[in-house]
């Protein structure tokens, strides 16, 4: 099955300054990457996706990139705030078959 | 009510107990999830309902459980639990179990096994 690596896992930014997490994956077949923000006492939540056709996707804020020949992929969060305090996991999945999650990361952004 | 939701939130259980998790999903979804999730691991995908029909059972022990009576409904039935299994288990629910859309999450129920 796939496996999933994902680093650093924990992280301290000062507000304002930028953060990046990288994953790697194993299976070249899988195709769709999506990244979950858990913040305390919730559930994880989709904040931005990728899928294995586009290089990278932005969404104010928030950035992912796609490196489909290194298998790899990562999240930038740029001007971070301290709302962005929270767990960062990322995932992989091909088609008809289940997401494979990275161990996570703890990000705190330092007011 | 909207989204995914978990009862109870907190758990605690002897090793002789049965209890069990319940999940409701408001989304009108037809796939439901049950995973674990233990510090510093990834998730841990147990169980996948798609239609109703169970579609995945990742080599989970049988002293978990699951039910799905409806498309709405997820239960995760637990007896003679394990100190290990001492977790967060998340249910989340999708439009379809396709590998290729948007996950939704419950709050999670706090398991402690004594």
């Known amino acids: 099955g796939e496996n999933v690596e994902q680093h650093p896992s924990t992280l301290s930014v000062q507000e304002g300054d930028s953060a990046v997490i990288k994953c790697t994956y194993s299976d070249s077949a899988s195709n769709y990457f999506p990244w979950y923000k858990q913040e305390l006492g919730k559930g994880p939540q989709l904040i931005i996706d990728?899928?294995?056709?586009?290089g990278e996707k932005k969404d104010q804020r928030i950035a992912v990139t796609l490196n489909k020949t290194a298998k790899h992929f990562s999240l930038h969060i740029t001007e971070t705030q301290p709302e962005d305090s929270a767990v960062y996991f990322c995932?992989?999945?091909?088609?008809?078959?289940?997401?494979?999650f990275g161990t996570g990361t703890s990000l705190t952004v330092i007011p | 009510e909207t989204g995914v939701t978990q009862t109870p939130r907190h758990l605690v259980m002897g090793m002789t107990n049965k209890k069990s998790l319940k999940c409701e999903q408001h989304?009108?979804?037809?796939?439901m999830y049950w995973y674990k999730q233990s510090a510093k691991k990834p998730l841990e995908l147990m169980f996948v309902y798609n239609f109703k029909e169970q579609t995945e059972n990742n080599s989970v022990p049988s002293r978990f459980s699951p039910e799905c009576p409806n498309s709405s409904h997820l239960f995760l039935h637990l007896h003679t639990l394990q100190p290990e299994d001492s977790a967060l288990y998340l249910c989340?629910?999708?439009?379809?179990?396709?590998?290729?859309?948007?996950?939704?999450f419950g709050e999670g129920s706090r398991l402690t096994v004594l």
């Open positions: 989304l009108g979804h037809n796939a």
């Open positions: 989340a629910s999708s439009q379809d179990f396709s590998g290729s859309g948007e996950l939704f």
């Open positions: 995932a992989a999945s091909s088609t008809g078959n289940q997401f494979y």
């Open positions: 990728i899928r294995s056709n586009v």
